[in-house]
C-alpha cells in the first residue's frame, strides 16, 4: 500500500526528475533512500519511469527496477506494463540471446540479468489488474 505523501503533490511535481536522478546510480546512498520517498507519487512517477525503462542506461533501469517498479501500486505497474514487456525484446534477435557474450547494439554479457528482473517482476505481478477483476467476476 502506498504511503500517503508527506509534501504537497504541487511542490514535489517540479522537483521529480531530479529526485528521480539521484537514483541513477545503486551505488549511491540516496538510490537507497529516495524510492522510499518517490512511491508516495505513484501517478506523478509513471511517464518518468518510462523515459528510463525505455532508455539505454541499463544500470538506472535495474535501480529503478528494484526499488521502485516492484513497488508501484497495480494501476502504475499496469501502465508501464507493456514498456517492461518491450526491453526483453531489445535484448534478442530472432531467437538469439545476447547472454552468450555476444554484443549486440552495445548491450554486455551481463544486461541478461537485467531481462531476467523484468520478467521475475512481470511474473510477480502476473495479469493486468482490469484483467484479474474480470477473473474474480467470472469465478
Request: glycine content about 6%.
Amino acid at each position: 500500500m502506498t504511503q500517503r505523501p508527506i509534501i504537497p503533490t504541487t511542490t514535489i511535481i517540479p522537483i521529480l526528475p531530479g529526485l528521480l536522478s539521484w537514483c541513477q546510480d545503486p551505488n549511491w546512498p540516496s538510490s537507497r533512500i529516495v524510492p522510499e520517498f518517490l512511491l508516495r507519487y505513484p501517478s506523478h512517477l509513471v511517464p518518468l519511469l518510462r523515459k528510463i525503462i525505455q532508455g539505454d542506461d541499463d544500470d538506472w533501469i535495474n535501480t529503478i527496477l528494484q526499488t521502485m517498479v516492484r513497488h508501484l501500486p497495480d494501476k502504475e505497474f499496469d501502465q508501464l506494463r507493456e514498456d517492461l514487456e518491450a526491453v526483453p525484446t531489445r535484448y534478442h534477435r530472432e531467437g538469439e540471446q545476447v547472454c552468450e557474450g555476444e554484443k549486440i547494439d552495445g548491450r554486455r554479457e551481463d544486461d541478461c540479468g537485467l531481462v531476467e528482473w523484468i520478467e521475475e517482476i512481470l511474473g510477480e505481478r502476473g495479469q493486468k489488474t482490469g484483467e484479474r477483476e474480470k477473473s474474480r467476476q467470472n469465478e
